[in-house]
């Protein structure tokens, strides 16, 4: 991929703001993390997170460079209902609220998301949940990985593979130095970075355009944009909303945090996380409308949230574009990272390979994980073979097929492990199926009613009673 003819954002002030925010976080990352000797320290901050610090992390890897570029090419080619659906991720941080509150009263010493499928459906089923989420956390990470290079390729023109590896290569290594601490202490930073760039660059939009030249310049050249009865958008709106609620409830990112939050803190945390996060997709996406009236020329669809605000805003706004997606982007990296790297950690090397290994063993796999993870990014990233949401909704069947299996073995006694592993499998094939033979934008609107038919009948029809306490008794 190249860079464009004429960059908005100068490569040297491009490099400048890539060395200057890498020095800063990866000095975070070591002084946050200084101390973390111990797997607990390493893998979840002590167990002691305040509210503020919860708040901030839960926001800010929500607001992953998807929201900041993905949003507006859904705006793009869904319209008003676009902008609307993908705010409904917003959903899925306010819903796992009360989840989070169950999850620290059930396990809580608990390491993993896969721990709690093992210790409440069996191996089968814990087999299956971490096919999926292993599938889905490396196409995060991809999407994460292409979206760097996106972003610094479509300001500045620094090529796609160049842009990539510096933003994989710094995420990796403050990730690697302080674990979880570093982590959470970089999402309070870059939450601010995010919410103060994103009202700068709505403010400044709404100045520059107005809402009447965006209106016009959309209805004259793409009307479709404005309808609320177009049927792809319609359906893409529930779609999102399960796409979103199935990617928090079973990713081992938020299962981590409600291990790591104190007590009574994950409730309150994830709901004002949530409330945070609604406006932020509508805003990116907003600027979006604004590409009809401008007659730009826009080369990839993923591209045109940073084209829009460098041709609306100047150099002024490509840096600040520049700024909230390289921190929305950190924050969503080194949290995936370190979440990935524990259920990695856990539940395959100890769990399948090493079940006897010490704490310093385990301390130290944690560590070669989390860089193997980066590498294996990085080489998936180089040929960039599809756009940042076809990426992103295709891995919409695999995540939604798990929403019933985990509320349903969360607060029903009577769940049928069998049936909570068949839900998983069908609901995800099922899913992919429709994403083949109909559209993205129903993949987990099927698999989610797949699975919950099946969690249903099986629950219905042969119960299996399950003692709570076998959750919290098992340490390993």
């Known amino acids: 991929m190249t860079g464009l003819q004429e960059a908005v954002l100068p490569s040297g002030i491009a490099w400048s703001l890539l060395a200057a925010f890498s020095v800063l976080w990866v000095f975070l990352g070591w002084w946050l993390g200084r101390h973390a000797r111990t797997v607990d320290d390493y893998m979840f901050a002590g167990r002691n997170v305040g509210l503020a610090l919860a708040t901030a992390t839960a926001m800010a890897t929500w607001v992953t460079s998807n ?9 793009l080619q869904l319209g008003l209902w676009g902008m609307v659906g993908y705010s409904l991720g917003a959903i899925g941080l306010i819903l796992f609220a009360p989840l989070a509150r169950r999850i620290r009263e059930l396990m809580p010493r608990g390491y993993t998301s896969g721990d709690f499928i093992r210790l409440r459906y069996g191996p089968f089923a814990w087999r299956v949940f971490l096919i999926i989420s292993l599938f889905y956390g490396i ?18 023109g620094i090529d796609y593979r ?8 710094i995420c990796v290594l403050y990730t690697l130095l302080g674990g979880l601490r570093a982590v959470i202490g970089t999402d309070f930073v870059q939450t601010i970075l995010i919410l103060v760039g994103v009202v700068i660059l709505a403010w400044l939009a709404i100045h520059r355009i107005g809402f009447e030249g965006i209106h016009s310049g959309v209805a004259l050249e793409r009307p479709q944009l404005l309808s609320l009865l177009m049927p792809a958008a319609i359906m893409f709106l529930f779609n999102n909303l399960l796409f979103g609620v199935g990617e928090i409830f079973h990713s081992n990112v938020w299962w981590s945090r409600a291990f790591a939050f104190g007590r009574g803190v994950g409730f309150p945390a994830y709901i004002i996380a949530g409330l945070l996060w609604l406006p932020i997709p509508i805003v990116a996406g907003f600027i979006a409308l604004s590409v009809p009236a401008l007659g730009l020329n826009v080369p990839a669809a993923d591209m045109v949230g940073p084209l829009v605000a460098a041709e609306l ?27 990935t790297s524990d259920l990695i950690t856990r539940d395959i090397y100890q ?6 290994a010490s704490e310093r063993e385990i301390f ?3 560590k070669a994980i989390v860089l193997g993870l980066g590498i294996i990014t990085w080489l998936l990233c180089l040929p960039r073979l599809t756009t940042l949401a076809e990426l992103l909704y295709f891995t919409g069947a695999f995540v939604a097929s798990t929403i019933w299996p985990i509320v349903a073995g969360l607060y029903w006694r009577r769940t049928n ?11 995800t094939a099922l899913g992919l199926a429709s994403y083949f033979l109909i559209g993205f934008y129903v993949a987990a609107l099927v698999a989610a ?20 306490n076998a959750l919290s008794s098992e340490s390993r």
């Open 351 to 356: 769990g399948h390979f090493r079940p006897q």
């Open 449 to 468: 009613g797949v699975s919950m038919l099946i969690v249903m009948l099986s629950t219905w029809l042969w119960p299996r009673p399950f003692d709570w």
């Open 417 to 427: 492990p069998l049936g909570a592993a068949l839900a998983m499998v069908l609901g």
């Open 313 to 339: 805003l100047g150099l002024a706004g490509a840096i600040v574009v520049f700024i909230v997606v390289f921190a929305a982007l950190a924050s969503s990296l080194d949290s995936l990272l370190a979440a």
């Open 162 to 169: 160049l842009g990539m590896s510096v933003i994989l290569f």
């Open 67 to 75: 929201t900041t570029m993905a949003a507006p090419q859904v705006a």
């Open 139 to 156: 196409g995060w990470l991809i999407s994460l990985g292409m979206a760097g290079g996106v972003l610094i390729n479509a300001l500045s």
């Open 364 to 366: 130290i796999a944690a």
